[in-house]
């Protein structure tokens, strides 16, 4: 999982307090007064929490593919990514969108949906007459990418 690689490489980073790992059948080094060594990293509490919250997002993410917008967690990790990628980049396009968040279309769309019904996001048109998304109240100095399509 590169979420976990990515943990994995900030624990190995850094830092010089021995200790041993918590896994009794393990003889490894922990870093930075850890509990776990760098092969147990998965079980830090903060590791699970977060493994936890991408199941989570995962299973939400699976519901609304199947029964729609109305499943829809509007303070989930999924919405927060949406609304970031908007604020962050402006108006852009589903297609666009779902390469940024790189979720499936149909989530994406029926996350979208959703959005705009609680009038957060509008639907528009991009110059090449494509169907665009926004945020209604969006504010173009937070943008921190040119727009290129
Ligand atoms: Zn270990």
Redesign the pocket.
């Given at each position: 999982m590169k979420t976990l690689r990515v943990l994995q490489i900030a624990v190995e980073a850094s830092n010089t307090v021995v200790r041993d790992?918590?896994?009794e059948t393990?003889t490894?080094a922990?870093r930075e007064g850890k509990d776990?060594?760098t092969?147990?990293v998965e079980l830090h509490p903060y590791v699970r929490e977060l493994v936890q919250r991408i199941e989570d997002r995962g299973a939400e993410d699976d519901l609304v593919r199947l029964k729609g917008s109305s499943e829809v967690n509007l303070t989930g990790i999924t919405v927060a990514e949406i609304l970031l990628s908007l604020r962050n980049g402006g108006a852009r396009t589903e297609e666009r969108l779902t390469r940024e968040v790189q979720l499936d279309k149909t989530i994406i769309h029926n996350y979208l949906i959703r959005l705009s019904m609680e009038g957060v996001v509008r639907f528009g048109r991009t110059s090449r007459n494509n169907i665009s998304v926004c945020l209604v109240n969006h504010d173009p100095s937070m943008e921190i990418e040119e727009e290129v399509e």
């Open positions: 790992c918590s896994v393990c490894r922990t776990y060594c092969s147990h």
